[in-house]
């Protein structure tokens, strides 16, 4: 038998005998009790929902801790839990199902093939460019540098160069252009946020759109005839605008399909 304290001056000494430092008589300690019974993983998760009164039921049926996890809806039922609520207060407590073991390990250590794309995809703003809507607000802000405007006898014009005529001529309607790639930017930022494009998208859509209602409004506006506007626009559009109509199509049609889901 191996020393223990002395309950007095706490010196080590053997039980059943007299210690050696102060002369205290050391009992034989006790045994530990031995462990109780398990708690039942169903009483214990119906008292903890505050419905006891089902656990005969579930006793009667012989559902124990194993079978637990997997119970449904319908099977509640068949167990005489009649109320929605009380359904629904007892599948929200159930212990999730114990995952196997590979699929555990495969999910922890998962290898990764150590690629840049590997890390792109875990990149937000990379992930917003990879979207549909993120490579439609990615166009119109391209488009928005490239020429729109393609007439011979007045070279190619883009977004930017119509901003910066306006700039230097302080012609407020000018500056028009730069809402196309502003709110294609506010597209890309909301994207990478993690949330879905809505109205802003809308915006973004409508702004390529509104650009070339605006080529054609300074076409006419310059005493050329209607006719004569939309054969230049035809022929005259380059294909940085026209990226940017259909980017803004794009963004348009899936911002109004995610507004009305």
């Excluded at 109780?36 to 419905?51: E, H, I, N, S, Y």
């Excluded at 559902?63 to 839990?81: H, Q, R």
């Excluded at 439609?136 to 488009?143: D, E, T």
């Excluded at 977004?159 to 252009?177: R, S």
Aim: net charge negative; charged share 20%.
């Amino acid at each position: 038998m191996s020393a223990v304290p002395c309950p007095k001056c706490q010196v080590e000494w053997f039980p059943n005998q007299h210690c050696n430092n102060c002369g205290t008589f050391i009992p034989i300690p006790e045994p530990p009790a031995p462990p109780g019974p398990a708690p039942d993983p169903v009483a214990k998760l119906l008292k903890d929902v505050g419905l006891e009164e089902h656990l005969p039921a579930f006793q009667a049926q012989e559902i124990n801790g194993e079978v637990l996890p997997t119970l449904s809806d319908s099977d509640l039922k068949e167990l005489g839990v009649e109320l929605l609520v009380h359904r629904r207060r007892i599948l929200a407590a159930l212990p999730k199902p114990p995952q196997p073991a590979a699929a555990a390990e495969a999910a922890v250590l998962r290898p990764r093939s150590g690629s840049a794309s590997d890390d792109w995809a875990d990149d937000p703003a990379t992930n917003a460019l990879m979207s549909v809507e993120g490579g439609a607000a990615a166009a119109i802000i391209l488009g928005f540098f490239l020429p729109w405007i393609g007439l011979g006898f007045m070279g190619d014009i883009s977004g930017w160069e119509m901003l910066k005529t306006g700039w230097e001529a302080e012609e407020v309607a000018l500056f028009v252009p730069a809402a196309s790639p502003l709110t294609a930017a506010l597209v890309l930022a909301v994207l990478a946020m993690g949330d879905r494009v809505r109205l802003s998208g809308i915006a973004a859509g409508l702004t390529p759109w509104l650009m070339l209602g605006y080529v054609a409004f300074k076409f006419s506006d310059g005493g050329v005839a209607l006719d004569d506007v939309f054969e230049i626009i035809v022929k005259g559009t380059s294909y940085g605008l026209w990226l940017a109509l259909a980017g803004g199509g794009v963004l348009l049609v899936r911002s109004i399909k995610e507004l009305n889901s």
